[in-house]
Each structure stands twice: as structure tokens, then as C-alpha cells.
């Protein structure tokens, strides 16, 4: 039988594949802590700026997921304590120490999903891959970007 050749696959292709194993890796492990991808991506935005406006939040995780799967994400996670208004004027939002907790918690299973998925990739590979990936974002993003 002869080996069948594999076809060759743009970079559009890896990329979407590469966000399609990491968002179903993230959601398998952090299923434990209650999370999806997009609720962690939200506590680690938190945790990293201290407080944000809901808005905000928004445009900056919008790669992740439309306005209404982020801002139901940001209400799940209002609801269940771990997420709070820090100014009601400004409507920005923090975490609850309770939100805090569990984002350390589930950065340490980040931190092994992001261990497995360099695994076999040199630094200076991976810096060269985002980089490639930036300018790419760059050329095609125009003023949008």
C-alpha cells in the first residue's frame, strides 16, 4: 500500500488548530476549579490589572470570544463571589479575595498546560513564533489592530 501524502496546511490552519486544542485543553483542565477558558481568561485580566471596567474587559479579550460570551463569563463569575464591583460609579470590576484563591489555584494548572505545550519548542523558537504571529496581526489588522 502506498503512504498517502499529507497535504500541506497554511498557517491559518495551525493557528485556528493551535486555539482549538488550547481551549479544549484549558476547559478539560480547569474544569476542576469550575472554569472555562474564557472564565480564567477573565480572572487572570482581573488579577494582572487589579480592577478594569466591564468594558474594557470586553475589547481586550474579545479574541477569546464575543461581547456576550465574555460579559456571561464575567456575570457567572459575579455570581458565584468571585468577581465584584470595586467602584460602583466607574462600574470597574475586582476580584473578591475568594477570586483571588482561585486564581492561584488555577494558574498552577495553567502553568502546566503551558509547560506540555512548549514541550519539544526552543525560546528562541517560541519568541520567534509570536513574533511572527504579531507582525502578522500587524499587517493585517490596519487600524484596526
Known sequence: MAEQKKPHLPI???IKKADEVLTARINEAQEANGLT????QVLN????TSSAARDHILEVLHPFGDADRIGSAID???QRGLV???????????LTAQGQALHA??????KQIRLQAV??????????TVRVLQQIVT???GKDG
Not at 477558558?37 to 480564567?40: A, G, I, S
Not at 465584584?84 to 475586582?94: A, K, Q, S
Not at 514541550?119 to 520567534?128: K, N, P, R, S
Request: net charge negative.
Open 12 to 14: 491559518g490552519y495551525w
Open 45 to 48: 485580566f482581573l488579577q494582572e
Open 76 to 78: 457567572s463569575l459575579t
Open 105 to 110: 489555584t488555577a494558574l498552577a494548572v495553567q
Open 139 to 141: 499587517n493585517l489588522a
Open 119 to 128: 514541550q519539544g519548542i526552543t525560546e528562541a523558537d517560541y519568541v520567534t
Open 84 to 94: 465584584e464591583t470595586d467602584d460602583p460609579e466607574t462600574g470597574t470590576l475586582r
Open 37 to 40: 477558558r474564557t472564565q480564567w
